[in-house]
């Protein structure tokens, strides 16, 4: 997320409607349980990676390196042992990564998918079908790979915008966070004039 000096407001109580008098009311909700921060998937990303702290961002660096291992595995196990099945872990991986997004309209659906994921190898796996199951296995690493970044950058992001006021309100600002009621769903998110 790019980071913007200039927000409308100076601290949170001025934000018009925001449902706390200032910063540390709003830290203490959401340490408490009755708020909670949402981010913006690519907002969050954007941030991680822009920040360069922590383990978290070494962890998703390995994960994106093991990606792309695991595809040129896929290429050079194909030509090695001259199974060209093996070649279709990419667009596998492709279609995985795209729809594990946490963002993704269909991030229901993968979940259940990506959590069956290992069932389905076990399962082909027994019936001597090493090439499917290979194949469903590329599929649910990169969904795993993909949820644990997510997971990983959304953590970081949200734990920096409750440290950091004038981080909290350039990207409150900026809709790449959003507070939430946990008692009565209610959102609340800067719209802007």
């Not at 934000?15 to 907002?43: C, T, W």
């Not at 004038?166 to 946990?182: D, E, G, M, V, W």
Request: charged share 15%; net charge positive.
């Amino acid at each position: 997320m790019d980071s913007d000096p200039r927000t409308p407001w100076a601290s949170a109580g001025e934000i018009p409607g925001f449902p706390f008098d200032d910063f540390e009311q709003m830290r203490a909700a959401v340490k408490y349980g009755s708020f909670n921060i949402g981010v913006d998937p690519l907002a969050a990303s954007e941030w991680a990676d822009a920040s360069g702290k922590g383990a978290g961002r070494h962890v998703i660096a390995g994960l994106s390196i093991l990606l792309v291992l695991a595809a040129l595995a896929a290429v050079a196990g194909a030509i090695f042992f001259g199974n060209y099945w093996l070649l279709l872990a990419i667009p596998i991986q492709l279609a995985s990564f795209y729809l594990s997004h946490p963002s993704s309209p269909f991030r229901k659906a993968v979940t259940v998918a990506g959590a069956l994921s290992v069932y389905v190898v076990l399962d082909l796996l027994l019936r001597r079908m090493p090439t499917a199951a290979l194949l469903v296995a590329y599929g649910g690493l990169t969904f795993a790979a993909v949820r644990i970044a997510a997971f990983l950058s959304n953590s970081a992001f949200r734990k920096a915008l409750l440290s950091d006021e004038k981080l909290f309100l350039t990207a409150y600002a900026n809709r790449a966070c959003t507070l939430r009621n946990k008692e009565t769903g209610a959102v609340h998110g800067h719209s802007p004039q």
